[in-house]
């Protein structure tokens, strides 16, 4: 720590020096209050407890002069402000909009920070090099009331305890109780209507049998050989709901393209915990090598949008779980704890790509009925 | 005692009125006077509180100015305003609200850029004002009271800064919400339920922002206000803490007055953090929120940061491992809930709980107004930077990318190695720490037996060389010195008159409390050379002090607190 390093180095300059007033106080030149020993109820001391004025005057003049030069500085400044306030166009009638509002924004901040800064300063040289310096003590007194008080008190609150009679009269207290507790649970009851409740709406989302996949931002079907580029990743979302976020925030998927041969999907089950077994994954839900998963990271739900074409690693920025597109998604690294739930794909009469069902399993976040 | 020594001060006439009048009518001299005398203590590491109340009044001050502007609603717009790039593109109005204040409202990005730089300045005060009173022991009776409230404003600023942040719903914030719903998710049983109360059914919902305003700019704001209220009128009725030196003890406060002196400065110090946080919203770009676009699920801005006192949660997040358990049809996500909330909570507790535990291990019931410097308690100070470092830690990982970026080191090396790191790491810091500390106490006693080493090298008479030494000013002394506690402490680490284990060490739970009680006060003892008093806090107490060196501990402690008032009460008390 390297204050104690400075608190050994004390040069004579870095003490204040002090004012003996009367009788020297016995400890290193600081002034006690002589109105405020320990007997409170002193009469105001006759003499000063701060002396009245610098004992060096040429040079608190001379920083009078600084401090007075800085304030002026000061009041300039909020001239200033008020003229950039004033004088400086923003919006994008003459130009850029963002030039204009940096522009705006140098200048009045300019000009506030110098306010304020001169006047902070300013007053900094007053306290410190205008005003004589001093150094004073108080005494503390102790905090613990006298035991005659404490006594006192617990008097009081005892009578007062004993005059409402809750203390001899349970029944009065626990009816009383059984009456208070019912308002302070209201809140919980009134909060209820704060939301629906979650029922199993973070089951499933709106893919469905024949939904047709439509490209992120141009919001067009597209069918594989629009999409024949190995190595590309592309957003989707599900045709029709390119406004909703809510359905977005679970139904938008990534679809990656790969070449023959790279895809390595095995098929593969849930635990069947609750329930028949179901496919997760499947070389059956692609089309011509082309795979769709979930783009919601199953970490804490962040877009995984970013993709290694080299080594077809999904990746996800927010915490940077790894997923392996080859081979259905699985976690390669990261907090991520299960692979993006695959859609399973095929492609419509039109021959556009469209989902064969929704996801066979919650996307996203792990959640408690998750099950 | 004569009074023609200055001239006698006479309040005007009017004034002494008005006065008057006043006084008449609330009774207000005595007290006021006494506010007015109060004694301020000087240190520079005082003014991190300073600086954080502050930001605070700034952040009330630019944050009236964004409501006038700002429409805390989700409501879908198209956008046709100034910033043509986004042209056309559906957003919420808050989003292009927040657009209108930057670009159309003169003054409006400066209080956005200075309200932002606010919240990272009142938080990162609030963090270096914390470790300043952890490593001073400023938190030691009778002032535990202050420790707890300053924890809770802590915990409401990382909320309230987060719930700003989250409000502009541009892209980058949205995708902080989203992981803050993720979190709430795993939350077993109950959590999809508090997440669809939160955000008014499936995430994003149209209710967030405008819940978020007004916990922002109410309900937060006013919890927090009451809190800077309570703590401060608990610093000024217990008084501030002071740093050892000459003249100081445990009895006083040894500063300049409130008025004038404590009220310019203090009052200066307003303007020059509101000039400094003015030249950051000037010249320091923070959250150009039109660069990234509103909020979408769909997408993610590569590289996006959270604001620095989110970098821990956001760094723990990313290295816990990634287990999760699925029992009897429910899944518990381990991965989430323990760094984002056990370990948080974990960090609070700790520091919450801290005055009590060194309470109780040191046995010292008394009242401390000196404070402690850090290497005075080897321990403390080393479990402190432990925690430093295991915040540190996770904090860095929260930047991971960028680190292994500019570091050139595979990002996973740089996880897996953070993962040991954050166990091995505190282990270190708190051993060397605590030798460090150790070591500077010999130095200390050094300096007081043998004087400071002046830099002048000498010749001696047989030819060698010599630095010459000067003896310590009392000055100097008493900032090596630490002062005796008034009370004597009630865990005692030997034996009795028998040589058997003292009343206090018997039994499972003394002897656990005796071994933390020796560990606590392990040091080396920083006694004046010249009239003996033995410090009883800082001694080691195996062995070289043997029991006979307690009555000497005791009667030095009674001599050096004198008449105290405080001393004596600290002892009814134990
Ligand atoms: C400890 C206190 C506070 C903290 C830490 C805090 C933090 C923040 C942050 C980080 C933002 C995002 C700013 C941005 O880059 O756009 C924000 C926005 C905002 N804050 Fe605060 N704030 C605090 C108090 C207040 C108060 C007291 C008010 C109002 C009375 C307020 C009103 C607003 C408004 C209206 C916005 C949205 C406008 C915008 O984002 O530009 N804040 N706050
Ligand atoms: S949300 Fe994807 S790794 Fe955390």
């Known amino acids: 720590m390297s204050d104690n390093d400075a608190d050994l180095e004390i040069g004579p300059e870095e003490r204040r020096p002090h004012r003996v007033i009367g009788t020297p106080p016995p400890a290193a030149g600081i002034l006690t209050d002589p109105g405020r020993g320990d007997g409170e109820d002193e009469a105001p001391a006759a003499e000063p407890w701060i002396p009245a004025d610098n004992p060096d005057p040429v040079s608190a003049k001379n920083w009078e002069r600084v401090a007075a030069l800085l304030f002026t500085l000061s009041a300039l400044a909020s001239v200033g402000f008020v003229a950039a306030y004033v004088g400086l166009e923003i919006g994008n009638k003459n130009g850029d909009v963002v030039d204009a509002t940096l522009r705006s924004n140098l200048a009045l901040g300019t000009a506030l920070s110098v306010a304020m800064l001169a006047i902070g300063i300013g007053m900094v040289i007053w306290v410190r090099y205008i005003m004589p310096p001093v150094e004073v003590s108080e005494a503390r007194h102790p905090l613990a009331s006298d035991p005659e008080d404490r006594a006192a008190f617990a008097e009081t609150i005892l009578e007062g305890a004993a005059a409402s009679q809750l203390t001899k009269r349970p029944l009065l207290r626990r009816t009383l109780l059984a009456a208070v507790l019912p308002v302070a649970a209201a809140p919980l009851i009134v909060l209820r209507d704060l939301g629906p409740l979650p029922g199993t709406s973070l089951r499933s989302t709106v893919w469905k049998k024949g939904t047709r996949l439509t490209v992120y931002g141009s919001n067009q079907p597209i069918t594989p ?147 | 005692m004569s009074t023609t020594q200055h001239r006698p001060l006479q309040m005007p006439k009017p004034l002494a009125k008005q006065g008057g009048e006043l006084d008449d009518r609330f009774h207000a001299a005595k007290g006021v006077r006494t506010l007015l005398r109060k004694v301020f203590p000087d240190h520079w590491t005082f003014l991190l509180g300073e600086i954080a109340l502050y930001s605070f009044i700034i952040l009330i001050l630019t944050g009236i100015f964004l409501t006038l502007f700002f429409q805390p609603s989700m409501s879908e717009v198209v956008y046709h305003g100034s910033y043509t790039k986004l042209d056309g593109v559906r957003m919420s109005q808050a989003y292009a609200s927040t657009l209108n204040i930057s670009f159309d409202v003169r003054g409006g990005l400066l209080m956005r850029q200075i309200h932002h730089w606010a919240a990272d300045v009142f938080l990162a005060a609030i963090i270096c004002h914390l470790l300043r009173i952890f490593f001073t022991g400023a938190y030691r009776k009778p002032r535990e009271t202050n420790w707890l409230i300053g924890l809770g404003m802590f915990t409401l600023g990382i909320f309230e800064g987060f719930l700003g942040y989250s409000m502009p719903d541009d892209l980058l914030s949205g995708t902080g919400v989203r992981i803050a719903e993720g979190v709430l998710l795993g939350i077993p049983v109950v959590g999809t339920y508090l997440s669809f109360f939160l955000f008014g059914g499936q995430f994003p919902g149209n209710e967030f922002v405008a819940r978020f305003y007004i916990i922002h700019v109410l309900l937060i704001p006013g919890l927090l206000l009451a809190l800077v209220s309570a703590h401060l009128f608990l610093m000024v009725h217990q008084k501030h803490t002071q740093m050892p030196g000459a003249g100081r003890t445990n009895n006083n406060v040894v500063g300049q007055p409130m008025y004038p002196y404590f009220a310019i400065k203090t009052g200066a110090f307003f303007f020059f953090v509101f000039g400094v946080l003015a030249l950051l919203g000037t010249f320091a770009q923070i959250n150009p929120i039109w660069q990234v676009g509103p909020y979408t699920p769909v997408a993610i801005s590569a590289g996006s940061q959270p604001d620095f006192y989110m970098g821990f949660l956001e760094g723990s997040l990313r290295i816990f491992p990634n287990w999760t358990w699925d029992i009897g049809g429910h899944t518990i996500a381990w991965n989430v809930l323990i760094p984002a909330l056990v370990i948080l909570g974990f960090l609070f507790t700790v520091l919450g709980v801290w005055p009590f535990v060194e309470r109780w291990a040191t046995g010292d019931k008394s009242y401390h107004n000196v404070n402690q410097k850090p290497r005075n308690a080897p321990t403390r100070t080393g479990v402190g930077m432990a925690g430093v470092v295991f915040y540190g830690i996770m904090w860095l990982e929260g930047a991971n990318d960028l680190i292994a970026v500019h570091l050139q080191i595979p990002l996973y090396t740089l996880t897996e190695v953070a993962r040991y790191a954050v166990f091995i790491g505190p282990v270190i810091a708190f051993w060397i720490t605590r030798r460090i500390c150790i070591g500077l106490q010999r130095r200390d006693a050094a300096m007081l037996e043998h004087g400071v080493e002046t830099g002048i090298i000498q010749q001696l ?30 865990v005692r680490s030997d034996t009795d008159e028998n040589g058997l284990p003292a009343p206090a060490r018997r039994g499972l739970a003394g002897r656990v409390q005796a071994r933390a009680h020796d560990y606590f006060v392990e040091g080396i003892s920083l006694a004046p050379p010249a009239n003996g008093h033995t410090n009883g806090h800082g001694t080691n107490g195996h062995g070289t002090n043997g029991h006979n060196g307690h009555g000497e501990v005791e009667s030095g402690e009674r001599a050096a607190i004198g008449s105290g008032p405080s001393g004596d009460r600290a002892d009814d008390e134990a």
């Open chain 1, 225 to 371: 050989a629009d999409f024949n580029s190995p190595g590309a990743m592309i957003t989707v979302i599900p045709e029709g709901y390119a406004d909703n976020d809510e359905v977005l925030a679970k139904a938008t998927v990534i679809i990656i393209k790969m070449e023959p041969g790279q895809l390595k999907i095995p098929t593969r089950y849930n635990d069947g915990v609750n329930g028949p077994h179901t496919l997760l994954n499947s070389m059956n839900w692609t089309v011509d090598n082309i795979v769709a998963y979930s783009k919601i990271c199953t970490h804490v739900g962040c877009p995984a949008a970013l993709y290694e074409q080299t080594t077809h690693k999904i990746l996800c920025p927010c915490h940077q779980s790894t997923f392996d597109a080859e081979t259905g998604a699985t976690v390669l690294f990261g907090p991520a704890p299960r692979p993006l739930p695959q859609l399973p794909i095929t492609v419509d009469a039109e021959g556009y790509l469209v989902a064969q069902s929704d996801f066979q399993e919650p996307v996203g976040p792990s959640f408690w009925e998750r099950g």
């Open chain 2, 461 to 490: 008479p047989n030819g060698g060389f010599a630095e010459a030494e000067r003896p310590v000013t009392p000055e100097e002394a008493a900032e090596l010195i630490e002062l005796p506690p008034p009370s004597v402490t009630e």
